[in-house]
């Protein structure tokens, strides 16, 4: 049975979803739709884009992974539908596709649509789509090629001689926070010294962590997840509030070039000795 995914910052308090679902099982009843998240902030693209990739990399070939994040960002008329690691993406010309693959599909194609059309109007079309791409259909059998579409870089960590500062991405249910460092990013550049991991009021962490069990109840703590990403937490308590941590959101990155203070607990610094 063909898989459809979908990643959405529509939440689940009204009837979209379950509209957008309609759509898509009525164009074809034998899809299997799996849901990952449908509440992205939808100013947070390292957030999308720690999410998708993450999710994504699990999923069979041929897997259709819908995206509706910050869709009606630009006046842009296009929707976008690749092809990536024999996966399909669909989403907005936004920026994100390329975010997600971290380099430039070698297969985008393009749905025009016209930006007065109402939210399910579009997703109808999308849906067609997903139906022709279920059955097999090439993308260039149900879609334009496109060579100018939005590209955004990736949110990097800033690496010094003696330290590494990282971006806030990610705020769990639990308010565990996750950063832009990883794990091969810190022993590259550990070379063998001791570091630190710079908190407020001086509650620094020099240990890393195998798990949230491995310091005592109430204890903060480090680890690189199951993705491979600096996770900051506390067991059983909340980092986030205890510590002031906030997700992204560029709006205020690009403001916070002239207000730092304002947005310094987005950020995650380690700081290396001898």
Same mark, same amino acid.
């Given at each position: 049975m063909p898989i459809v995914t979908l990643t959405t910052d529509i939440g689940q308090q009204d009837y979209i979803v379950g509209a957008?679902?309609?759509?898509? +099982?009525?164009?074809?009843?034998?899809?299997?739709i799996i849901d990952?998240?449908?509440?992205?902030?939808?100013?947070n693209f390292p957030e999308a884009v720690y999410i998708c990739s993450n999710a994504f990399k699990y999923f069979p070939e041929k897997t259709i992974h819908l995206i509706i994040f910050n869709f009606y960002e630009n006046k842009?008329?296009?929707? +976008?539908?690749?092809?990536?690691?024999?996966?399909?993406?669909i989403c907005a010309d936004n920026g994100i596709l390329q975010?997600?693959?971290?380099?430039?599909?070698?297969?985008?194609?393009?749905?025009h649509i016209n930006k007065s059309e109402k939210f399910l109007e579009t997703t109808q079309k999308i849906s067609a789509i997903v139906n022709e791409l279920s059955n097999n259909k090439t993308l260039a059998e149900i879609a334009e090629p496109i060579k100018n579409y939005v590209v955004k870089n990736n949110l990097l960590p800033s690496i010094f001689e003696n330290l590494i500062k990282g971006h806030v991405i990610f705020i769990d249910n639990f308010e565990n926070v996750v950063t832009n460092i990883t794990q091969e990013l810190f022993e590259k550049e550990l070379k063998g010294r001791k570091f630190q991991i710079l908190l407020t009021r001086g509650d620094d962490v020099e240990v890393l962590s195998d798990n949230y069990l491995s310091v005592p109840e109430g204890e903060?703590?480090?680890?690189?997840?199951?993705?491979?990403?600096?996770?900051?937490?506390?067991?059983?308590?909340n980092m986030a509030g205890m510590f002031g941590f906030q997700d992204f959101n560029e709006l205020n990155y690009k403001e916070g070039k002239?207000?730092?203070?304002?947005i310094f607990y987005k950020y995650v610094q380690i700081n290396f000795y001898d």
């Open positions: 957008l679902k309609g759509q898509l +099982l009525s164009a074809n009843p034998d899809l299997t990952i998240s449908h509440f992205l902030t939808h100013t842009n008329e296009n929707i +976008l539908i690749a092809e990536f690691n024999n996966q399909f993406i975010m997600i693959t971290n380099q430039a599909p070698t297969k985008i194609f393009a749905l903060k703590l480090a680890w690189f997840n199951s993705a491979g990403y600096l996770e900051l937490a506390i067991n059983k308590g002239s207000m730092q203070n304002k």
